[in-house]
Nanobody, 122 residues
Framework: QVQLVESGGGLVQAGGSRRLSCAGSGRTFSRDGMGWFRQAPGKEREFVAAINWSGGSTFYADSVKGRFTISRDNAKNTVYLQMNSLKPEDTAVYYC???????????????WGQGTQVTVSS
């Protein structure tokens, strides 16, 4: 069974940092683009960040550019999202995805994780 499992969510104060991890299982994702989406309460799901298969190219939503960093470790079949300078508006369920990376708009997701909640208190 192919799975993406997120971890690292929780409660953090505004201005703080948090690192999310997403471990893939059931197949290797080393040749896939990977990324993150998020969904805040009452809002539509939105793209956050994506990374190509080698880690040599990344793409970010304007709202997180300069604050969040996506990276990956293909040996561990894992992608990370380092979130710094967090704001209350970053509060959301964060979803890990795998799919086709594109430098035009990020990623076309084929696989989705179950999500992990990040809550930023003011």
């Amino acid at each position: 069974q192919v799975q993406l499992v997120e971890s690292g969510g929780g409660l953090v104060q505004a201005g703080g940092s948090r690192r999310l991890s997403c471990a893939g299982s059931g197949r290797t994702f080393s040749r896939d683009g990977m990324g993150w989406f998020r969904q805040a309460p009452g809002k539509e799901r939105e793209f956050v960040a994506a990374i190509n298969w080698s880690g040599g190219s990344t793409f970010y939503a304007d709202s997180v550019k300069g604050r969040f960093t996506i990276s990956r470790d293909n040996a561990k079949n894992t992608v990370y999202l380092q979130m710094n300078s967090l704001k209350p508006e970053d509060t959301a369920v964060y979803y890990c995805v795998a799919g086709e990376y594109t430098a035009w708009y990020g990623i076309m997701a084929n696989y989705w994780g179950q999500g992990t909640q990040v809550t930023v208190s003011s």
